[in-house]
């Protein structure tokens, strides 16, 4: 039968029927180990009882109450819970249904920021190259990966990419990893120069980069200069943790690991768990004081924002990562599944770089390990290592473009945090197949 499904890609898919703890079964009863959780999504695994118990309960009190008119008693105590683990200064919690949403109102309450400020020509936004902020067009905007903008071009407002702190790539062999987080650091003063400092608006990074580098925590110091530069002129540190924070890199805010604290913070995929599609956007409190003494009111805000099913769904999680310890596991398990991919690839003459933080890993392929030569992206290398994996039984979360935007291959492993040794040993094997398979092609 013809789908009238607006699939992401040509051809057709399995289905989704069921999901147990780390797998995921289609209608033909194949199982699959999550070994992304989607992209980075389900961090609870398919089936936790507390996150479930908690949607059926609010579904049966209020299902939504538009927030122009009420708040609710889930995004309320979700709010407390989140700015209880805040990083410090970060005060008030905008709910929202995704992470394009949070990175746009992040971007908006920016610029909203300086007019309440008296500094309306501050308009302009600096990000990095090779970071990905979502797919809106103000955030496919801030993104700095050359072929997901490539098409949008002339609909994408002007941002300007200094280069990442991207150590595989970037760090020069004579410079140790400080002298190198301190150069890349460094772009952002130059890149604010160039501009004319008085013209920026804020700053947009991610502290671990996920889907468009593969797992990319900074070096030791990279943060710490950068929150300097940034209070230096005045211009407002936005970190994009919607995919590293929420426990997937150890910490439920991932800036804690970089010892910063940022004036604006966005998250999701985590937050839900992927039983609710729910993201969120964190500001500080002086940030939130301009607004309310100024307009009053951030000029911002979509019918679904702080939807009570969400809020409730996002709470239980949020819950359950701080209740179980999770954050803690998910350090010693990540310990756990960067030795297991130690085991299979230190020595895989295609594999240039094993990297990441908790359990958010990256696995970059090179054609040539001495050079970090990338292979030719006409290969499309990533899309082979997909479909060998699926063929595995093993969902993971490869990408192209990890090298300068158009070549170069990862592929990204983000499991669930209940995710046990024996499944890390089982993904580490499906994935050495599913790698060999793709290059044998
Ligand atoms: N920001 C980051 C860092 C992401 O990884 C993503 C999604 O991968 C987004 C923003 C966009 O989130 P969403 O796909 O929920 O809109």
Request: glycine share 12%; proline share 4%; with cysteine.
């Amino acid at each position: 039968m013809t789908s009238h499904m607006f699939g992401r890609g040509p051809g057709s898919l399995p289905t989704a029927v069921r999901g147990e703890g780390c797998y995921l079964y289609d209608s033909e009863g194949r199982a699959y180990l999550d070994g992304s959780g989607g992209a980075a999504v389900s961090c609870l695994g398919h089936s936790d009882a507390d996150v479930r118990a908690a949607i059926h309960a609010q579904l049966d009190t209020i299902a939504f109450a538009h927030t122009g008119f009420f708040t609710s008693e889930p995004a309320e105590a979700l709010a407390n819970l989140l700015i209880t683990h805040a990083p410090a200064g970060i005060d008030k919690v905008y709910l929202l249904s995704g992470g394009s949403e949070a990175v746009e109102a992040a971007i908006k309450l920016a610029r909203q920021y300086h007019l309440e400020t008296g500094q309306p020509q501050r308009h302009k936004l600096i990000a990095r190259r090779q970071s990905y902020h979502g797919n809106t067009l103000g955030a496919l905007a801030a993104g700095g990966n050359a072929w997901r903008r490539q098409k949008y071009a002339p609909l994408l407002v002007d941002t300007h990419h200094i280069m990442p702190c991207f150590e595989y790539r970037e760090r020069q062999d004579a410079e140790s990893r400080w002298e190198f987080g301190q150069r890349a650091a460094n772009a952002l003063e130059e890149e604010i120069l160039r501009q004319g400092p008085d013209t920026i608006m804020a700053f947009i990074a991610e502290p671990v980069v996920g889907a468009t580098a593969g797992a990319v925590p900074a070096v030791e110091g990279y943060f710490k200069r950068i929150r300097q530069i940034c209070d230096k002129y005045g211009v407002l540190l936005i970190l994009d943790e919607v995919m590293c924070g929420m426990g997937r890199t150890g910490h439920l805010f991932a800036s804690e690991a970089d010892g910063i604290s940022p004036d604006i913070v966005t998250i999701a995929k985590g937050l839900g768990a992927g039983y609710a599609p729910i993201g969120a956007m964190l500001a500080s409190a002086p940030i939130y004081k301009a607004i309310e003494q100024g307009s009053g009111s951030f000029q911002h805000g979509h019918t679904y924002h702080g939807h009570p099913l969400a809020a409730a769904a996002g709470h239980a999680v949020v819950n359950a990562i701080v209740s179980r310890g999770l954050c803690d596991r998910v350090k010693a398990k990540g310990e756990v599944l960067q030795a297991a991919l130690q085991q299979a690839f230190g020595q895989h003459a295609h594999v240039g770089d094993l990297r990441g933080r908790g359990l958010l890993r990256g696995v970059e392929l090179v054609e040539d390990r001495a050079t970090k030569r990338p292979f030719d992206p006409a290969r499309k290398l990533h899309l082979k290592v997909k479909s060998a994996a699926m063929a595995e039984g093993l969902i993971c979360y490869p990408s192209g473009g990890t090298a300068n935007g158009q070549a170069g291959d990862h592929i990204l492993l983000a499991p669930p945090y209940i995710i046990t040794d024996r499944q890390i040993d089982e993904l580490a094997s499906k994935l050495s197949r599913a790698i060999d398979t793709a290059l044998s092609q």
